[in-house]
Nanobody, 124 residues
Framework: QVQLAESGGGSVQTGGSLRLSCAAS????????MGWFRQAPGQEREGVAA???????FYADSVKGRFTISQDNTKPTVSLQMNDLKPEDTAMYYC??????????????????WGQGTQVTVSS
């Protein structure tokens, strides 16, 4: 059973930056996909970014050019650097893990493991 723990959320003003980290207890699969999702009040959970075991990255159009996902395979840990934050980025952010390829990385049901979430609040 893989356990995921997020950290790094907080409150910033528009244009600020935050870095989220997700530490996995273990990962037994040689091929995996780790993603970041977010959910604002009253909204559906949506994919933000993902990275697979080959280092290929995937981004939602709304965050391209502002967010960067990376991984440290020795831990394993996945980070999300968020720059130029906007009020519409305000949400609970979740780390998720799955094994397989990155096609349709944004589909919530495909992920087997989820963290508890960390809140990101961006004020104008």
């Amino acid at each position: 059973q893989v356990q995921l723990a997020e950290s790094g959320g907080g409150s910033v003003q528009t244009g600020g930056s935050l870095r989220l980290s997700c530490a996995a207890s273990e990962y037994a699969y040689s091929r995996y996909l780790m993603g970041w999702f977010r959910q604002a009040p009253g909204q559906e959970r949506e994919g933000v970014a993902a990275i697979d075991s080959d280092g290929k990255t995937f981004y939602a159009d709304s965050v391209k050019g502002r967010f960067t996902i990376s991984q440290d395979n020795t831990k394993p840990t996945v980070s999300l650097q968020m720059n130029d934050l906007k009020p519409e980025d305000t949400a609970m952010y979740y780390c998720a893990a799955d094994h397989g390829y990155g096609a349709m990385w944004y589909l919530v049901p495909r992920y087997n493991y989820w963290g508890q979430g960390t809140q990101v609040t961006v004020s104008s």
